[in-house]
């Protein structure tokens, strides 16, 4: 096909050119001198990255739910009671993996469309009076659905209730991209993957684990082998691994730092937000739908889900986009299967490129006879983004603004004709 592929599902995500280049790199020994050079930068990275001073990142070849199962092993004992609320397909998938590695948890099952019940999980924390329950876990950004939950919100009802779980949160589609601050939330296992707000190919699990959650495993007793903490921790501590690392994938999660650190993370976040309020203008003002997320509070900055009309079929928008535009859009998982499509927007994304994706689905929408007008998305986010201050990281040159464009005279053209 002509032209490129647009890539919206909400991960993988776009890899930047810079940090493609990053990759492209000769095999080297993993065990040479010179390695650790490489280890230590990438883990310095990352507690930026986590907001942390005292908890440790992990790197595991792996992806994000490698890094789940890597949480709950080096930490819980079988029969261990863990609290968790299903409001999606990832926070359901966790919960699942917890059953199946026999861990007893208790399930809050939430609509789809909100996110973690702050008043129940504070409840049953307060009921618990043997602080049988080992950990609480917390989906930061339901992907399923575009639902970010309050994870501060969490720790408070830890607080207020002075239990002594251990906070495990999922941050798959947030670091990188929404406010997460492993240390002043009191987060004990944060998990992580690689092709999402990190913006690289998939194949990287990433972990940062609290002091307290380390002192668990000596104690915990679920099985581990590949994914041992232990054996990790003692290797990484001369910043070398028990096996070999994703080289490749090293080089980029670097470039991939360093391309954060040089936006500023607080930049990258306030970008996440612009470039989100755009694409909810798009689907509320501009189409007239609805979102899948029922509440502002729980507006997601990295992935929008938007919920199609009855009797129109997500999954017929979708392969629309696709076979005939070439527009990737994610799909409705499990309980809202066919029921909506879902825009990623995290990562290295900008207006224009968010213009293409709200304008190919637009189109998509029409041809499977969805009734919305013609432009309206185009036109509510542009005006969003128009009438709002963008970022830094959006502005190649952050001097210029509208209004010293139109007082500035035409300039000479540097080739008379
Ligand atoms: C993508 C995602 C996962 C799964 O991660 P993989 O890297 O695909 O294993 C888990 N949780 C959330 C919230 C996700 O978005």
């Known amino acids: 096909m002509a032209g490129r ?68 092993t080096n930490t819980l004992s079988p029969g261990d009671k863990v609290l968790a609320a299903s409001f999606g397909q990832f926070s359901y998938l966790w919960i699942d993996m917890c059953r199946r590695l026999g861990l007893d948890v208790q399930v809050v099952e939430c609509d789809w469309g909100t996110g973690v019940p702050l008043q129940q999980y504070e409840d049953i924390l307060k009921n618990d009076i043997h ?27 830890l607080e207020e209730t002075q239990h002594p779980a251990l ?22 296992m944060a998990v992580c993957g690689s092709q999402k707000g990190l913006m690289l190919p998939a194949g990287l699990g990433i972990l940062c684990a609290s002091p307290k959650a ?23 501590a001369g910043g070398y691994f028990p096996y070999t690392p994703a080289l490749t994938l090293m080089y980029g999660l670097l470039e991939s730092i360093k391309m954060i650190n040089e936006e500023g993370l607080d930049n990258v976040i306030a970008r996440h937000h612009y470039l989100a309020e755009g694409v909810r203008a798009a689907v509320t003002q501009g189409w007239q739908l609805k979102l ?60 224009i490129h968010l213009m293409a994706a709200i304008n190919g689905a637009e189109m998509a929408m029409l041809d499977c006879g969805v009734q919305v007008q013609p432009g309206s998305a185009a036109a509510a986010a542009g005006h969003y983004w128009r009438t709002h201050e963008a970022p830094t990281g959006l502005c190649a040159m952050p001097s210029t603004s509208a209004s010293s464009v139109l007082q500035s005279k035409p300039e000479t053209p540097a080739v008379q004709v």
């Not at 050079?37 to 994000?64: D, E, K």
């Open 292 to 351: 899948c997320a029922q509440e502002k509070r729980w507006h997601s900055d990295t992935v929008t889900a938007v919920m199609l009309p009855e009797g129109i079929a997500g999954t017929a928008v979708i392969a629309r986009a696709y076979q005939r535009y070439n527009l990737s859009l994610g799909g409705g998982l499990s309980k809202v299967a066919g029921k909506l499509f879902r825009i990623g927007h995290l990562g290295d994304m900008n207006e």
């Open 131 to 157: 602080h049988e329950i080992k950990a609480v876990l917390v989906c930061h950004n339901e992907t399923a659905t575009g639902v970010t939950s309050d994870v501060a919100g969490v720790r408070e009802a």
């Open 5 to 72: 592929n647009f890539l919206f599902v909400p991960g993988p995500t776009n890899v930047p050119e810079r940090i493609q280049r990053a990759m492209m790199v000769s095999m080297e020994d993993h065990r040479s001198p010179r390695f650790p050079q490489l280890t230590h930068a990438i883990m310095a990275g990352l507690r930026g990255i986590f907001r942390t001073q005292g908890g440790t990142p992990f790197v595991f070849p792996s992806s994000g739910t490698g890094c789940w199962e890597a949480a709950l």
């Open 167 to 188: 906070l495990f949160v999922d941050c798959v589609s947030s670091l990188g991209c929404l406010d997460f601050r492993f240390d002043e939330w009191g987060v004990d």
């Open 214 to 236: 380390l002192a668990a495993y000596p104690s915990s007793k679920l099985k581990r082998a590949y994914f041992d903490l232990q054996d990790m921790q003692q290797s990484n």
